[in-house]
Every structure is written in C-alpha cells, then in structure tokens.
Nanobody
Framework: QVQLVESGGGWVQAGGSLRLSCAAS????????MGWFRQAPGKERELVAA????????YYIDSVKSRFTISSDNAKYTAYLQMNSLKPEDTAVYYC?????????????????????WGQGTQVTVSS
C-alpha cells in the first residue's frame, strides 16, 4: 500500500511564498504522474497543477499560472509545489495525488478520479 505525506503548509501573508512537498512510503511501482489539488471550505476539490512521469509536461490552472511551479523527483512518487505571490484566495487544504505508471511518458492527469493514491492534506492559509 502506498501512502503519500504532504508537508510544508502553514500560514503566510499575502505576497509570501511556501513550498509544499509530497513523499511516498510503502511499496511503489517504478513511476507515477503526480498532481496537486486543493479544497477550500465549502468548495469542491480542484486541480492546481499536474506533472507527467517524464517531468517534461506540466499543467496549471489559470489562477496559479506564473505563481506556482510543480516539480517531481525522477517520477518516484515525489512532488513539490513552489507557491509564490500567494493570495488569500489560495487558502485551502492542499493534497498531493499519484497515478502509477509502468512507463515514463508525457501524459498528465487532470481529474481526481484518475489518481490512485492521495495524501492526507496540508493546510495553507494566506492572510490579507
């Protein structure tokens, strides 16, 4: 069983930065495509960013483009989310997710139900 653990969340003032990390424990396949999602109170969980197993293709929602950067570590179920110029509307619980892959390729995944493993979430609070 694979377990994902997020870290790096916290409280920051608007305009500040945080770096989220996601690491896996347990038996993992050779690679995984990774994604970061977030869920604010009273809202549905939404994709923030995704990255392919190759690490060469990334996807961001419009509201975080040019502010957030997703990266992964050799597709080993490890991912990072560098968040700069944070805004109060970025406040949410952030979750990492992994979709195992037998191959290294350039495919990323956008839908929550495409991911097999999830972390427990880390709170990010941005004050104005």
């Amino acid at each position: 069983q694979v377990q994902l653990v997020e870290s790096g969340g916290g409280w920051v003032q608007a305009g500040g930065s945080l770096r989220l990390s996601c690491a896996a424990s347990g038996r993992t396949s050779s690679s995984a495509a990774m994604g970061w999602f977030r869920q604010a109170p009273g809202k549905e969980r939404e994709l923030v960013a995704a990255i392919s197993t190759s690490g060469y293709r990334e996807y961001y929602i419009d509201s975080v483009k040019s502010r957030f950067t997703i990266s992964s570590d050799n597709a080993k179920y490890t991912a990072y989310l560098q968040m700069n110029s944070l805004k109060p509307e970025d406040t949410a619980v952030y979750y990492c997710a992994a979709k195992p892959s037998a191959y290294i390729n350039d495919r990323y995944y956008l839908m929550p139900n495409e991911y097999n493993y999830w972390g427990q979430g880390t709170q990010v609070t941005v004050s104005s």
